[in-house]
């Protein structure tokens, strides 16, 4: 079972409209945890990180939060545009040199 | 932000053939540098993790002798498919981290993708 588990598995929305992509993990001992956004045919951008004491964040119209109790993470995004189509990846760092990677959510907006 | 330069972009070629990918950090020190494989639709699966001047470390299932990973300096790894064949095809992602434990942050290339024909 992948530690770090991603829902939807795909979306489809409409542009303007907000979407909230969810991040379940089981990953121990957490570092931290970035959520990335993979254009197609491109390597993964950086979005966010969220640190173990942290709940929420945001860069521009992307807001991720964080439940480390509960070991969830989501990342919302807000007044969806047509360049916000891509494929959007939950990375969990641990404390060592590793990490493990969620599927993904491909996200597809239309105008 | 930190830049990973990734090359060639797009390679075909023949069955039989070996293919090289360069993956260079162009203004920091890659203290690690990591190679994934992406299959369609699917997310990153790591192959190799590498630390400047040691040996690569390989995942489960990853043939050293087919990927051979060199990192030989702290701006530069390379990858090379030898003997590619065509269920080698696939699009290969570099990444590379200041870090060289309890990593944080990876900066990622823009990924090589490899046609064997």
């Known amino acids: 079972k992948n530690q770090v588990e991603q829902s939807p598995q795909s979306l489809i929305i409409l542009e303007g409209k907000n979407c909230t992509l969810q991040c379940n993990y089981t990953v121990s001992p957490f570092s931290n945890l970035r959520w990335y956004k993979q254009d197609t045919g491109r390597g993964p951008v950086s979005l966010t990180i969220m640190t173990f004491s942290e709940n929420t964040k945001s860069n521009g119209r992307y807001t991720a939060t964080l439940d480390a109790d509960t070991k969830q993470s989501s990342l919302h995004i807000t007044a969806s545009q047509l360049s916000d189509s891509a494929s959007y990846i939950c990375?969990?760092?641990?404390?060592?040199?590793?990490?493990?990677f969620g599927a993904g959510t491909r996200l597809t907006v239309k105008p | 932000g930190a830049v990973v330069s990734q090359h060639p972009s797009w390679v075909i070629c023949k069955s039989g053939t070996s293919v090289k990918i360069e993956c260079r950090s162009l203004d920091f020190q890659a203290t690690t540098m990591f190679w994934y494989r992406q299959f369609p639709k699917q997310s990153l699966m790591l192959m190799a993790t590498?630390?400047?001047?040691?040996?690569?470390?390989?995942e489960q299932g990853v043939e050293k002798d087919k990927f051979l990973i060199n990192h030989a300096s702290l701006t530069l790894s390379t990858l090379t498919v030898t003997s590619a064949h065509p269920e080698d095809s696939s699009f290969y992602i570099c990444?590379?981290?200041?870090?060289?434990?309890?990593?944080?942050?990876?900066?990622f290339g823009a990924g090589t993708r490899l046609s064997v024909l």
């Open positions: 990375v969990v760092y641990h404390n060592n040199n590793d990490m493990r």
């Open positions: 590498s630390n400047e001047g040691s040996k690569a470390t390989y």
């Open positions: 990444s590379a981290s200041p870090e060289g434990w309890a990593i944080t942050i990876q900066y």
